[in-house]
């Protein structure tokens, strides 16, 4: 176990709709990054937050939003879900300065699916 | 931008058969390096990773990968394998210098190992 839980493990949304995914990160990490993993590929960076604040994006659209919490726990959120949404999300933890060398610790995933 | 290759998409082997998987990047600058292994159903765990020194570098249940920056390359080796390390494998490289941890993944190679 890595110390980093999402929630939930499952979920099944309407296309149109919205989603928010949460994640707690480990004890002691100040940085969440999200990825999403569509079936057969690895994952892809979606951002990253440090102490609170969006420290870094990947490719998606602006329908992809997040936050992080004092408490460096975060959550995803995504509006106006699309049928190309049906992915495994990733929360991985580390602790890190800006440009530092660091391991990052992933959760079990949430595996959403957009019908 | 970096990115990582994975030219093997499946692999099978016998038990106690040798491994090697290839993973080129692409990225002129510094980079860290690493593998992580995804078994069915649980989350992704760092195999092993490349900071700086030494080039091969021994990670955990026997892996080990060798930095070859001429090459561009970190490829993952395993003298044994056992039916155990059936899972999916991924590269994946952090590229230094743009301020947060982004990792970048290759594709992922299947590993089934018949008994």
């Known amino acids: 176990e890595t110390g980093v839980t999402q929630s939930p493990t499952h979920l099944i949304k309407t296309r149109g709709q919205q989603v928010t995914l949460r994640c707690s990160s480990q004890?002691?990490?100040?940085?969440v990054s999200w990825y999403q993993q569509a079936l057969g590929q690895g994952p892809q960076f979606i951002f990253q937050?440090?102490?609170?604040?969006?420290?870094g994006r990947g490719n998606f659209p602006p329908r992809f939003s997040g936050l992080q919490f004092p408490n460096y726990s975060s959550e995803l959120n995504v509006n106006a879900l699309e049928l190309d949404d049906s992915a495994l999300y990733l929360c991985?933890?580390?602790?890190?300065?800006?440009?530092?060398?660091?391991?990052?610790?992933f959760g079990q995933g949430t595996r959403h699916t957009v019908v | 931008a970096q990115s990582v290759s994975q030219h093997n998409h499946h692999v099978i082997l016998s038990e106690a058969a040798s491994l090697e998987l290839g993973c080129n990047y692409s990225?002129?600058?510094?980079?860290?390096l690493f593998w992580y292994v995804q078994y069915p159903g649980q989350h992704l765990q760092l195999l092993l990773k490349?900071?700086?020194?030494?080039?091969l570098v021994k990670g955990i249940k026997g892996f080990e990968a060798e930095f070859i920056k001429s090459k561009f390359s970190f490829n993952l080796r395993k003298p044994s394998v056992q039916w155990s390390d059936t899972a999916e494998y991924f590269c994946?490289?952090?590229?230094?210098?743009?301020?947060?941890?982004?990792?970048?993944f290759g594709t992922g190679t299947r590993l089934t190992i018949i008994p």
């Open positions: 991985a933890s580390s602790l890190a300065g800006r440009g530092s060398n660091t391991e990052a610790f």
């Open positions: 004890s002691g990490h100040n940085t």
């Open positions: 937050y440090y102490r609170e604040e969006e420290n």
């Open positions: 990225y002129g600058g510094t980079v860290n």
């Open positions: 490349y900071f700086s020194g030494d080039p």
């Open positions: 994946a490289v952090n590229a230094l210098g743009f301020g947060n941890e982004k990792l970048t």
